[in-house]
């Protein structure tokens, strides 16, 4: 796969490489929330908002025998290991965890310690009923990077050590995209970046497509089409900070996602589709950061600081400059609407 003059791959390869590769960025022993904070990391609220977003899809399902929860891009399962606490601390009794089925999907081998009930796979299991769940899953897919050169739009090359040369032209499918998703980008000058989301359609689709009814969520940095940047938005991140992306399998590799065209690419599977800011979803699922009343100080000290521990966490989670502004793609499958997240 590498090439003979000082190893310059596409950026899809290179990041597939550096990410899951063997000795890739996702199989470090630190995992990732050695490096970035998601909202599983920021506040077990998040997991709450799941929990109740999943009583949500098995009402509507009309309680089926077996509910799936599924956890597409897990990191060490924080996620469904938190939904789990949440049950065994509930003292609401439906039978709901008597018939989930949890799943990590990853492609790190499965953590030391990890509680039973919670099954490990490289895929998401095909024909499931329930939830299926991608937090910052889809910005880690690999993609093709093209930039307007002297000559026209070229495919970006990249060594290890992050070393960047202009290569072939996109191939008809790839224009054929960037046409329909990222319409104008070519006309700026020499310079402009786009990143191709057709791997990341693909892997959607393919994600949607694993439910045989249920609702599939994909939660993520993102963009539109009326929004994309004008230069791109790959970039790194290792032990909290944004750095250069460099595909040595030293930090992560991220770029923002075209979600409508997420959408648009597992429309067939869907039969509806809603899209929202994770501030408002996390809103309409109870998180909120409006801060206890100061009279709750004096008559419940500790209620109060617990309250306001909580509310500065919603804050956090609902922060419009932060992960507020994460985008919420939500496609029903063989089920109704949700209209607990509607307007």
């Known amino acids: 796969m590498d090439h003979t003059d000082g190893g310059y791959l596409p950026w899809s390869a290179a990041m597939d490489r550096a990410l899951y590769g063997p000795a890739g960025f996702f199989r470090r022993p630190e995992g990732p929330a050695g490096h970035f904070r998601t909202s599983v990391h920021a506040s077990p609220l998040f997991a709450g908002a799941v929990l109740r977003l999943l009583r949500l899809v098995d009402e509507a399902l009309e309680r089926p025998a077996e509910l799936a929860l599924i956890d597409v891009g897990a990191g060490r399962a924080e996620l469904l290991t938190a939904i789990l606490g949440e049950l065994d601390g509930s003292p609401r009794d439906d039978g709901l965890r008597s018939r989930l ?19 490990w796979s490289a895929r998401p299991p095909a024909g499931s009923t329930g939830l299926l769940i991608a937090n910052e899953w889809l910005d880690n897919v690999p993609c093709d990077v093209v930039e307007l050169g002297p000559l026209g739009p070229r495919l970006v090359e990249v060594a290890p050590d992050g070393t960047e040369r ?29 990143e ?24 993520d940095y993102a963009h539109t089409v009326e929004t994309r940047p004008p230069y791109g938005s790959l970039t790194g991140y290792r032990r909290g900070r944004e750095v250069t992306p460099v595909p040595d399998g030293s930090c992560d590799l991220t770029a923002h996602v075209a979600l409508d065209s997420c959408a648009a690419a597992a429309s ?69 609407r949700l209209t607990d997240l509607e307007d």
């Not at 492609?107 to 310690?113: I, T, V």
């Not at 909120?288 to 600081?305: F, N, Q, T, V, W």
Request: hydrophobic share 45%.
């Open 166 to 194: 202009l290569g072939a032209e996109p191939d008809r499918s790839q224009q054929a995209w960037l046409e329909c998703w990222w319409p104008g980008w070519d006309d700026r000058e020499p310079g402009g970046r786009a």
């Open 268 to 336: 067939s599977a869907a039969a509806w589709t809603r899209m929202l800011e994770q501030r408002d979803a996390l809103r309409r699922l109870g998180v909120s950061g409006k801060r206890p009343e100061l009279a709750m100080a004096g008559a419940d000290p500790r209620g109060y600081i617990r309250a306001l521990s909580r509310a500065g966490q919603a804050a956090e989670l609902t922060d419009p400059a932060g992960l507020g502004r994460f985008g919420w793609l939500l496609q029903g499958v063989d089920m109704p």
């Open 196 to 219: 191709l989301g057709l791997m990341r359609d693909a892997a959607w689709a393919e994600a949607v497509g694993s439910l045989s009814a249920g609702l599939a969520v994909a939660v």
């Open 101 to 119: 089925r949890l799943t990590a999907v990853e492609l790190a081998d499965r953590p030391e310690g990890l509680p039973a009930q919670i099954e």
